[in-house]
């Protein structure tokens, strides 16, 4: 089956009381029961929505996973994940990542005696350099927000796995349509779905996705047990959202390609972050495991005052957080998404105060290009 099919079968089926072709918001806290232990698997919303369940089953299907949860955030999501390890446990993370997983990692779980190691994860071997006897996961973002480096995903599995270590992917930026790291050995896959699956910027949430069956019961436990649930609407709005991933990452990706090559011919543009350009130094690897680039690109002006006097001026993207949505967004990371991010870790990995974020959206190209020219013109 292919992928837009499934965007629109999987766990969609019609509702089994009335035949409604999409899955009902169904806005309830709890179900009543026939008798003592007799009931038609719904007892308790927290514990069990048709609607979350029917998006679980959705998200699973799309990145070929078993068994899928749906969280009130992205940072929920990754916060259940972080429950499969224990006090004197040690897990290797991507040294790019959001800035609020870096946060959730050293600001509160470190706190409860999880060790945590940031290393450049696009060299696997710096991965296998930094496992120790206590190391029980591997975290990695790929391509990392917002400087887009890129991890070898079969690489990384492959050291992971030869010491018995699970693998862990932040796929947010690609989406199932564009990668799907389970193909290449990851054991979990989560995402803020608040971003492309989603993609209409009207919720925020998340979703991991696995195959192990152990790992998938206690993260089902751990759901339920801390409760960070998504709402039934949120759910239903993820739900409606990846009908249309396969389309709309199509044109983020051909938009995407469009500005960094405009971009990256621009005289005020000092350096540009995008996977799709032959100057990445990872195209290669992003071909291979990617099966387009994204409509994520950064692009470093040399200066704090000239990205201001870009985020100020543009007209049609919009200067704010978040990407994914089918509006243009523009943002800083080193005050805005990477603010929390340690300063020399912020300048080795080049979120300098020059760099510049855009979320391409699915306005029209010459639009886009157009605005961004105004606003650098400006610079
Ligand atoms: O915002 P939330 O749904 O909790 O998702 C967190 C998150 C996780 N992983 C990645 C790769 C992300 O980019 C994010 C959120 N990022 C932004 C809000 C941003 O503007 O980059």
């Given at each position: 089956m292919g992928f837009s099919t499934k965007a629109i079968h999987a766990g969609n089926e019609p509702d089994p009381t009335t035949g409604a072709v999409t899955v009902p918001i169904y806005q309830t806290s709890t179900y009543a029961q026939e008798g003592l232990g007799k009931h038609k698997g719904f007892e308790y919303a927290r514990t069990q929505n048709p609607t979350r369940l029917a998006l679980e089953r959705n998200i699973a299907a799309l990145e070929g996973a078993k068994f899928g949860y749906a969280f009130a955030s992205g940072m929920a999501a990754i916060d259940a994940i972080l429950r499969l390890v224990h006090a004197g446990d040690h897990v290797i993370v991507s040294d790019n990542t959001y800035g609020g997983t870096f946060r959730l990692f050293t600001r509160i779980l470190s706190n409860y005696g999880i060790e945590f190691s940031f290393v450049d994860t696009s060299d696997a071997s710096n991965v296998e350099a930094a496992i120790k006897d206590n190391t029980r996961m591997v975290f990695l973002e790929t391509p990392t927000n917002p400087v887009m480096i890129i991890s070898d995903l079969q690489a990384v599995s492959d050291v992971a796995h030869a010491r018995g270590v699970r693998v862990v992917c932040d796929n947010t930026f690609m989406s199932p349509y564009l990668q799907r790291p389970m193909e290449f050995g990851v054991d979990i896959v989560v995402h803020s779905t608040t971003k492309y699956l989603n993609g209409h910027s009207d919720g925020v949430g998340g979703v991991a996705v696995l195959n192990d069956e152990k790992d998938a019961e206690w993260l089902g436990f751990v759901q339920n047990g801390a409760g960070a649930i998504l709402s039934p609407f949120d759910s239903w709005l993820v739900l409606r959202g990846t009908k249309t991933l396969a389309v709309r990452m199509e044109q983020h990706d051909k938009s995407g390609r469009a500005i960094a090559a405009f971009l990256e011919e621009h005289p005020k543009v000092e350096k540009i972050y995008y996977?799709?350009?032959?100057?990445?130094?990872q195209h290669d690897l992003a071909k291979r495991q990617q099966k387009g680039f994204g409509g994520m690109v950064a692009f470093d002006v040399g200066s704090l005052e000239r990205a201001r006097t870009v985020l100020e001026a543009v007209r049609l993207c919009t200067l704010a957080e978040s990407l994914g949505g089918v509006e243009t967004l523009i943002s800083h990371?080193?005050?805005?998404?990477?603010?929390?991010?340690l300063v020399e870790t912020r300048q080795r990995i080049g979120i300098t105060d020059g760099l510049v974020r855009i979320s391409v959206g699915l306005e029209d190209t010459e639009d886009i290009i157009a605005d961004l020219d105004q606003a650098l013109d400006k610079a």
């Amino acid at each position: 089956m292919g992928f837009s099919t499934k965007a629109i079968h999987a766990g969609n089926e019609p509702d089994p009381t009335t035949g409604a072709v999409t899955v009902p918001i169904y806005q309830t806290s709890t179900y009543a029961q026939e008798g003592l232990g007799k009931h038609k698997g719904f007892e308790y919303a927290r514990t069990q929505n048709p609607t979350r369940l029917a998006l679980e089953r959705n998200i699973a299907a799309l990145e070929g996973a078993k068994f899928g949860y749906a969280f009130a955030s992205g940072m929920a999501a990754i916060d259940a994940i972080l429950r499969l390890v224990h006090a004197g446990d040690h897990v290797i993370v991507s040294d790019n990542t959001y800035g609020g997983t870096f946060r959730l990692f050293t600001r509160i779980l470190s706190n409860y005696g999880i060790e945590f190691s940031f290393v450049d994860t696009s060299d696997a071997s710096n991965v296998e350099a930094a496992i120790k006897d206590n190391t029980r996961m591997v975290f990695l973002e790929t391509p990392t927000n917002p400087v887009m480096i890129i991890s070898d995903l079969q690489a990384v599995s492959d050291v992971a796995h030869a010491r018995g270590v699970r693998v862990v992917c932040d796929n947010t930026f690609m989406s199932p349509y564009l990668q799907r790291p389970m193909e290449f050995g990851v054991d979990i896959v989560v995402h803020s779905t608040t971003k492309y699956l989603n993609g209409h910027s009207d919720g925020v949430g998340g979703v991991a996705v696995l195959n192990d069956e152990k790992d998938a019961e206690w993260l089902g436990f751990v759901q339920n047990g801390a409760g960070a649930i998504l709402s039934p609407f949120d759910s239903w709005l993820v739900l409606r959202g990846t009908k249309t991933l396969a389309v709309r990452m199509e044109q983020h990706d051909k938009s995407g390609r469009a500005i960094a090559a405009f971009l990256e011919e621009h005289p005020k543009v000092e350096k540009i972050y995008y996977p799709g350009s032959l100057s990445h130094r990872q195209h290669d690897l992003a071909k291979r495991q990617q099966k387009g680039f994204g409509g994520m690109v950064a692009f470093d002006v040399g200066s704090l005052e000239r990205a201001r006097t870009v985020l100020e001026a543009v007209r049609l993207c919009t200067l704010a957080e978040s990407l994914g949505g089918v509006e243009t967004l523009i943002s800083h990371p080193a005050t805005m998404t990477h603010a929390s991010v340690l300063v020399e870790t912020r300048q080795r990995i080049g979120i300098t105060d020059g760099l510049v974020r855009i979320s391409v959206g699915l306005e029209d190209t010459e639009d886009i290009i157009a605005d961004l020219d105004q606003a650098l013109d400006k610079a």
